[in-house]
């Protein structure tokens, strides 16, 4: 069975600063997806950055990049330049290869200090 | 171009009614899946819906049932309803084309039903 795991229940940065949330999992398949999501206010998930477990390179997307250790199994975000609009609720999630059922961590609530 | 979109928004029934929650997928879209999130926890997998039929099912009990319809739109039903019932519901929707590859699902803004 998959699990993931988010240790930080909340964590809070200064408006422009860098942060980092850190997600582990636990797969026993070789072909797996990995995920950031994030949920703001409105409660509508959306897709903040995907991982494929059989690339090397780290996925970026504009201030967002992921530090994917494979055999530590950890599977880190780093939000750049944080904004206001940073602010939710985020959900890291794992996906075997061939199945689209998603497994979701906890979450870590996000707060940015202006 | 219409993103996933679900219905009603909000919902409030008692224990031991019953319940259905819509879910219209994302234009483009035929796999639709459910989950359901309670208060402070990330989603729960209950089931996924692709050409009409139930193609994987999470650890919920047949209390919870679906159905999809040829249009890919689809229902949750939840019977005997329990007050740990009450909780976010979100669909998600996918291409069952190349959606095993991109592993991307869309999801709605979700039914938040609370049960008294």
């Known amino acids: 069975a998959q699990t993931v795991t988010q240790s930080q229940p909340e964590m809070s940065v200064q408006e422009a600063e860098t942060v980092t949330l850190s997600c582990t999992y636990d797969?026993?398949?070789?072909?797996?997806?990995l995920f950031w999501y994030k949920q703001p206010p409105s409660r509508q998930m959306i897709l903040v950055i995907r991982?494929?477990?059989?690339?090397?390179q780290n996925a970026t997307e504009n201030r967002f990049s992921v530090n994917f250790q494979k055999a530590a199994k950890s599977f880190s975000l780093k939000i750049s330049d944080s904004q206001l609009g940073d602010a939710a609720m985020y959900f890291c999630?794992?996906?075997?290869?061939?199945?689209?059922?998603?497994?979701f961590g906890t979450g870590t609530r996000l707060t940015i200090i202006p | 171009d219409a993103g996933v979109t679900q219905s009603p928004t909000h919902l409030i029934k008692t224990r031991g009614q019953q319940v259905t929650l819509r879910c219209s997928p994302k234009?483009?879209?035929?796999?639709v899946s459910w989950y359901q999130q309670a208060l402070g926890q990330g989603p729960q997998f209950i089931f996924q819906?692709?050409?009409?039929?139930?193609?994987q099912r999470g650890n919920f009990p047949d209390r919870f049932s679906g159905h999809q319809f040829p249009n890919y739109s689809s229902e949750l039903n939840v019977n005997a309803l329990l007050l740990g019932d009450s909780a976010l519901y979100l669909c998600?929707?996918?291409?069952?084309?190349?959606?095993?590859?991109?592993?991307?699902?869309?999801f709605g803004p979700g039914t938040r039903l609370t049960v008294l």
């Open positions: 999630a794992s996906r075997n290869f061939g199945n689209e059922k998603l497994t």
């Open positions: 797969t026993s398949e070789s072909d797996y997806y």
């Open positions: 991982q494929e477990a059989y690339k090397q």
């Open positions: 234009s483009g879209h035929d796999t």
């Open positions: 819906y692709y050409e009409e039929e139930e193609r």
């Open positions: 998600a929707s996918s291409s069952g084309q190349t959606g095993l590859r991109l592993g991307e699902q869309f």
